[in-house]
């Protein structure tokens, strides 16, 4: 069994700085690609940002240039460090994380969410 909390969400003004980990515990060998999604209300889940195992990332338009993944691998923990944020990026945040729980199985798994809000 795996868990990933999510923490670090909060309010904060826009222009602010937030940064989200993600972190995974139970029974994991590997966590491979890992992404960070977001759901703001009356809207569908979008991906964020992602990065694989060798820290290659992706970004979507909105955030990109703002916002950075990065993840510890010894830690099983991944991070997204949201700068300059702006009020449409209030929205619950979920990671969600390809987690290898022995060799040859692999699960998809997400986190609780924690929520993030922007005010002008």
């Known amino acids: 069994q795996v868990q990933l909390v999510e923490s670090g969400g909060g309010l904060v003004q826009a222009g602010g700085s937030l940064r989200l980990s993600c972190a995974a515990s139970g029974t994991i060998f590997s966590i491979n690609a890992v992404g960070w999604y977001r759901q703001a209300p009356g809207k569908r889940r979008e991906l964020v940002a992602s990065?694989?195992?060798?820290?290659?990332?992706n970004y979507a338009d909105s955030v990109n240039g703002r916002f950075t993944i990065s993840r510890d691998n010894a830690k099983n923990t991944v991070y997204l460090q949201m700068n300059t944020l702006k009020p449409e990026d209030t929205a619950v945040y979920y990671c969600h994380a390809d987690v290898h729980v022995r060799p040859g199985l692999s699960i998809d798994y997400w986190g609780q969410g924690t929520q993030v809000t922007v005010s002008s």
């Open positions: 990065i694989t195992r060798d820290s290659s990332a």
